[in-house]
């Protein structure tokens, strides 16, 4: 079975859809990366799925904003840790902590690939591990949300395909350098008793 990511993006600060027409289109099921570039052109990502892509990207700017996420600096070294663990510490360094935030949000970009142009739902959990495992292979000290997990059993090979068409240059080479140029194919597996 061959299975296709039509990469878009990128969707970050200052280019969120407002149309409601637009909005509904992008809010649906995908997979998705987010990437942090800081200076010396690190990138830090996050690789996810969301049977609601525009609204998971919005919570993860809220949550930048509202300090639930690590905070790093204009080089991506984390800071602040020890005051996001204290709510006091946190009130007293507040000034600090907020410029940090605003930066982590305005940095934030988005990559999609929706379901509906290359692959079932029922993938989205295939697809994430997938990418997950590839992405630790190649850089996993940059990847915020590598954990290990299966992609589970199923009865037939697959194959990935990447198509950038709807990316610019810059985004393809953020992309493959997240996941790699290396075809992705996955051999059945499946437990027969």
């Known amino acids: 079975m061959d299975l296709t990511l039509n990469w878009r993006g990128p969707i970050g600060a200052g280019n969120f859809p407002i149309k409601t027409d637009l909005i509904e289109e992008l809010n649906e099921s995908g997979i998705y990366l987010r990437v942090k570039t800081y200076k010396n052109e690190r990138n830090v990502v996050y690789i996810g799925q969301s049977r609601k892509l525009l609204s998971r990207?919005?919570?993860h700017i809220r949550n930048l904003l509202s300090f639930k996420q690590m905070l790093r600096?204009?080089?991506g070294h984390v800071v602040a840790q020890k005051e996001l663990q204290h709510p006091f510490?946190?009130?007293n360094n507040l000034p600090k902590l907020a410029s940090f935030a605003l930066a982590e949000a305005e940095r934030v970009k988005f990559y999609f690939a929706l379901s509906r142009d290359g692959f079932d739902e029922e993938y989205l959990f295939l697809i994430e591990s997938v990418l997950k495992s590839r992405a630790e292979e190649i850089r996993q000290e940059d990847v915020e949300n590598i954990q290990n997990i299966s992609s589970g059993e199923f009865d037939h090979d697959i194959?990935?395909?990447?198509d950038y068409s709807r990316v610019n240059k810059e985004g393809q080479k953020l992309i493959i350098n997240i996941i790699g140029k290396k075809q992705?194919?996955?051999?059945?597996?499946?437990d027969y008793e």
């Open 57 to 59: 990207f919005e919570q």
């Open 73 to 75: 600096d204009t080089r």
């Open 89 to 91: 510490l946190f009130l």
């Open 159 to 162: 194959q990935i395909f990447n």
């Open 184 to 190: 992705i194919v996955i051999t059945a597996q499946q």
